[in-house]
């Protein structure tokens, strides 16, 4: 169940209210009696069943409450009512399926931002990729490919493709092409004070690293492996199945061919450079292609679920377009 907290116009309000009490997946909705500030206008909370929430959000936008109120929803973990229950009877598909595409937004817009904390954390995703290179250890290459936080714009960078929003799309492309960069630039410093000072060999080589090795050599498993975690990746992040996102984050090799591509830099072994960039640029590619895919089927299974939910009572109730409307107005 998702929970919505809305500030409704006065004007307004008993129109949110036949629209919500006339919808047959929502529950548990109340009206209080004192005014909400700050937008002005009256607070009516309620729930509605997760494969619905959307539809029952977009209803609310038709009524400008985004402009002229707010709304706030919630994800709910448990509920125990007959109410809900039948609720979520009513609204087609499962739970862990639907996509509640204002959270998506939400989470993808707020995992964009350019800011020093994600510079920090690609950096030192790096550096632990390029020790576990040295020291040829899985082990480290898995706790690089965790700590590192580019998935969360590469998933953004899907979602503005799918729902053509130029703006999120430029700021994921930012903040990849200053994390990537700076990450390798790092890598490639402290590998060179660590030849200095003699923390790793003079003559360092990876040819009887199987580590390095790997992350030099991209191949057509390589691409598939990161299509699927592409694909994974953005189900965890659109639906309730969160937990598997830690899986995806520790089978694609970004961060580790990003930190090899400054190893090899420093070493100037370009022949593992070159492959660790090529392979960098594929698992980029493919989990783009790959969740970008993934996303716009999600996507025209909700519009063909909006376009269902156009012809429901409720709106007619509300005094909002029918299904016939919006198309003859579309073409008109």
């Known amino acids: 169940m998702v929970h919505l907290r809305i500030v409704a116009p006065r004007i307004r309000a008993q129109t949110v209210m036949d629209l919500l009490c006339s919808t047959e997946s929502v529950c548990n909705v109340i009206r209080l009696s004192e005014p909400a500030l700050r937008p002005d206008g009256e607070m009516i909370m309620c729930d509605v069943a997760r494969e619905d929430a959307s539809v029952v959000i977009s209803d609310l936008k038709d009524l400008e409450l985004h402009h002229e109120g707010s709304i706030t929803l919630?994800?709910?973990?448990?509920?125990?009512?007959?109410?809900?229950?039948?609720?979520?009877?009513?609204?087609?598909?499962?739970?862990?399926?639907?996509?509640?595409?204002?959270?998506v937004e939400s989470k993808t817009s707020e995992q964009v931002e350019l800011s020093a904390t994600f510079l920090t954390f690609m950096v030192l995703a790096g550096l632990i990729a390029a020790v576990g290179i040295f020291q040829d250890s899985s082990i480290l290459i898995v706790g690089a490919m965790v700590v590192g936080p580019e998935f969360g714009p590469i998933a953004a960078l899907c979602v503005a493709l799918v729902q053509r929003r130029r703006e999120l799309a430029t700021r994921s492309?930012?903040?990849?092409?200053?994390?990537?960069?700076?990450?390798?630039?790092?890598?490639?410093?402290?590998?060179?004070?660590?030849?200095?000072?003699?923390?790793?060999?003079?003559?360092?080589?990876?040819?009887?690293?199987?580590?390095?090795?790997?992350i030099a050599s991209p191949d057509v498993l390589a691409f598939f492996v990161a299509a699927c975690a592409g694909a994974a990746g953005m189900l965890s992040l659109s639906t309730a199945k969160s937990g598997a996102l830690i899986g995806v984050l520790i089978s694609v090799t970004t961060i580790p061919a990003a930190a090899n591509v400054g190893v090899t830099a420093a070493y100037r072994d370009w022949e593992n450079f070159a492959g660790s960039a090529e392979q960098l640029a594929l698992n980029m590619s493919a989990i783009l292609l790959a969740g970008t895919f993934t996303l716009a089927i999600q996507r025209m299974l909700y519009n063909r679920r909006r376009r269902e939910h156009l012809s429901d009572p409720g709106r007619a109730e509300a005094g909002l377009p029918s299904h016939e409307e919006v198309r003859r107005s579309a073409a008109g």
């Open 74 to 103: 919630e994800l709910i973990d448990t509920a125990i009512s007959e109410w809900a229950e039948r609720a979520e009877k009513h609204a087609k598909g499962a739970p862990a399926d639907a996509v509640v595409w204002e959270d």
């Open 173 to 214: 492309a930012r903040a990849l092409l200053a994390g990537f960069p700076l990450a390798i630039l790092v890598v490639y410093m402290v590998t060179q004070l660590f030849r200095a000072i003699g923390v790793i060999s003079e003559n360092f080589d990876q040819t009887g690293h199987q580590i390095g090795n790997v």
